[in-house]
């Protein structure tokens, strides 16, 4: 594996590795403070954050590594008007492996394509964020002692939530697992998310509207932030924003080892009375963070090369099958397409018989 793009890049096998690596790293921190000594991470952050960057940068410090990068677009040549290959193909002169995030959907494949070290997708728009993800099953296995037999309720913004829809992924691929999807529905998962992760695979969901109704059965509740920046109309983030609220009251009917987490940041959908309560996971959840991405790190460096070929790494994204490149344009505002100088437009069929094709960098559907 040359780079993390997707949460589905990794195998069960591989994802169960990185948890014994970070779990390794949680008991023996001596053991690897000087793993990564010589070697240099970039941060590349085009839109805020605080846990995840800092997470990346303290793991490689950790590892005793070194940082560098930047914490929004307007701090790099972005602001000029450089592409994301470009700034990607610079970045490459100077550091080892990449750590990206970027408001556009897909970004991170671009960057893959040009880059000749390894990139790892700290979250592309609404799409993935799959380091999320394994900090989120580091938590639950941490917790729970298993990642398997789990009744998880997934509340708030699931159709912007790109944590949810990795870790829905991620999911998919452990038996035992029940779904409630809980949310206004205006928020709801995304149709292709339903038809070709949870109806393709058989794992049983239901669709709810509030907390009371589900929380009774669940073993994990994974709160989220209704997320302004993904509105475009401000009225409608104004009606949706205090959809769901999750307080001592609403936990009465809780298990008692109910491991309630969030991705952080929160605004108001927790309130701050539940971070007492012996079953609020969501800041032990952060400290994770740092350990998986330190078990990340170690992986990606140990295994791709520092030099590939000419052509950039290799990229998961070429390994869907059949293609359709510029016959069909993606015209979702949220695209890295929308964006990037002279981008290839790429679509695969998921449905050939129908003319159904699905973007490869957004995953935005069309009929042709």
């Known amino acids: 594996m040359s780079n993390l793009i997707d949460i589905l890049d990794l195998s069960v096998e591989e994802i169960d590795g990185l948890i014994a690596t970070a779990n390794d790293i949680i008991e023996n921190p001596g053991k690897y403070a000087k793993a990564c000594e010589g070697k240099i991470l970039a941060t590349l952050f085009f839109e805020p954050s605080t846990r995840t960057r800092l997470s990346f940068e303290a793991a490689m410090l950790n590892l ?137 695979k058989g794992i049983p969901y239901k669709e709810v509207r509030t907390i009371e109704e589900a929380i009774p059965e669940l073993d994990i509740l994974y709160m989220t932030r209704i997320q302004r920046e993904r509105f475009a109309d401000p009225a409608e983030y104004e009606r949706l924003k205090n959809s769901f609220v999750l307080d001592l ?3 009465e009917h809780a298990k008692s080892d109910l491991c309630i987490m969030h991705p952080l940041p929160r605004v108001n959908e927790i309130s701050t009375k539940v971070d007492n309560d012996p079953r609020a996971c969501y800041f032990d959840q952060m400290l994770c963070g740092k350990f998986i991405r330190m078990a990340l790190i170690l992986k990606l460096l140990a295994e791709t090369p520092m030099l590939l070929s000419a052509s950039g790494a290799e990229c998961s994204c070429n390994e869907h099958g059949e293609e359709l490149v510029n016959k069909v344009f993606c015209d979702n505002p949220r695209c890295i397409t929308s964006i990037e100088q002279e981008i290839d437009h790429v679509f695969r069929y998921t449905d050939k018989e129908n003319g159904i094709c699905r973007c490869a960098y957004c995953e935005a559907q069309k009929k042709i």
Not at 82 to 91: G, K
Not at 100 to 124: Q, T, Y
């Open 249 to 251: 009251p609403k936990l």
């Open 64 to 200: 005793g590594g070194s940082v560098l990068g930047f914490s929004e677009a307007g701090s790099s040549s972005t602001a000029k008007g450089e592409s994301v290959a470009d700034t990607i193909r610079t970045v490459n002169c100077y550091a080892d492996i990449i750590a990206m995030r970027h408001p556009k959907e897909g970004a991170p494949i671009v960057a893959a394509k040009a880059s000749r070290i390894p990139i790892i997708n700290a979250g592309d728009g609404g799409h993935f964020h799959p380091t999320q993800t394994l900090t989120d099953l580091l938590t639950i296995s941490r917790h729970k002692g298993r990642l398997n037999n789990l009744t998880i309720g997934l509340c708030g913004d699931l159709k912007f939530g790109r944590t949810v829809h990795s870790l829905i992924a991620a999911f998919s691929r452990y038996s035992g697992i029940k779904f409630v999807l809980i949310s206004p529905e205006e928020l709801c998962v995304p149709e292709y998310v339903k038809t070709e992760t949870l109806d393709k």
